[in-house]
């Protein structure tokens, strides 16, 4: 059996957090934005009723943590040649998802979180509603392809190649 490094651990505790976050990715998209995004500005008494959906709290602990991660197993597999190419894939996909959801994706939530308050027709709110979905949806997908990336990572073990 091969012996456990702190770079196979690091690596590890990347693809777990990773892990973490496309599970919430899946659940927010499965359970969540449907209805949210199905009848607003109706709907948004979901995340500004009386009893609101605060799931900003788990975003903001697991990006950090999961960049973290996938930035110390890059450091500390930096010297196998193929790990680093596989380990970097996931992060660059990663940050430029981050950039697009800073740029679209939030302001965008914050517009429907708000949408009792902005003249738009619930026609319009639905429009854009599923194209969010649509566009998160594909961006859910190719983060979870490159999560491909960290497994194969994880498989490759330089002294066996």
Do not use: C
Request: no cysteine; hydrophobic share 55%; net charge positive.
């Amino acid at each position: 059996m091969p012996k456990l490094r702190p770079r196979d651990v690091a690596l590890m505790i990347s693809i777990l957090l990773m892990g973490i976050l496309l599970g919430g990715i899946v659940y927010a998209h499965v359970v969540f934005f449907p209805p949210y995004l199905s009848a607003l500005p109706a709907s948004s008494v979901l995340v500004n009723g009386p009893y609101p959906l605060h799931d900003g709290y788990f975003w903001m602990l697991i990006h950090p943590l999961a960049i973290l991660s996938l930035l110390v197993a890059l450091v500390v597999n930096w010297k196998i040649p193929a790990r680093r190419k596989l380990i970097t894939v996931p992060l660059i996909v990663y940050v430029l998802a981050i950039a697009v959801t800073a740029f679209y994706f939030v302001p965008e939530l914050q517009n429907f979180e708000n949408s009792p308050n902005i003249a738009v027709t619930p026609a319009e709110w639905y429009a854009r509603g599923q194209r969010w979905q649509h566009l998160s949806w594909t961006r859910g997908t190719v983060m979870g392809l490159s999560y491909i990336s960290l497994l194969l990572a994880l498989a490759w073990r330089e002294d066996e190649r």
